[in-house]
């Protein structure tokens, strides 16, 4: 059994990629895009689009809800946009 700081890191829940993103702030990694759903493709040219978060120490790199929440609206096409075709 576990006792002292790890555990009490083990403990702690990692917040939701759906509650990052209604909350508004954060950092999502792959997997958080992964737990929404997107593919292995449109993970990578997220990554590739916005600017990637490094911290010394951690594996994992991180792009900002905000940035990310941006991409998303600059990508949509559709009936509420003037344009009915996405660009080439």
């Known amino acids: 059994m576990l006792s ?3 555990s009490a890191l083990m403990a702690e829940r990692r917040p939701s990629a759906r509650e990052l993103l209604e909350q ?3 950092c999502l990694t792959r997997s ?7 593919p292995r493709a449109a993970i990578d040219a997220v ?3 916005l600017d990637v978060y490094f911290i010394e ?8 809800v905000e940035d990310y ?3 998303m609206a ?4 559709g009936r ?6 996405r660009p080439t």
């Not at 120490?57 to 900002?64: A, E, K, L, N, T």
């Not at 600059?74 to 096409?77: G, N, V």
């Open 4 to 6: 002292g700081p790890r």
């Open 24 to 26: 508004g702030s954060g």
């Open 32 to 38: 958080h895009l992964r737990e929404l759903g997107l």
């Open 47 to 49: 990554f590739k689009r």
């Open 57 to 64: 120490g951690y594996s994992r790199p991180m792009v900002q």
């Open 69 to 71: 929440l941006r991409l």
């Open 74 to 77: 600059e990508s949509r096409y």
């Open 80 to 85: 509420d946009r003037r344009d009915r075709v």
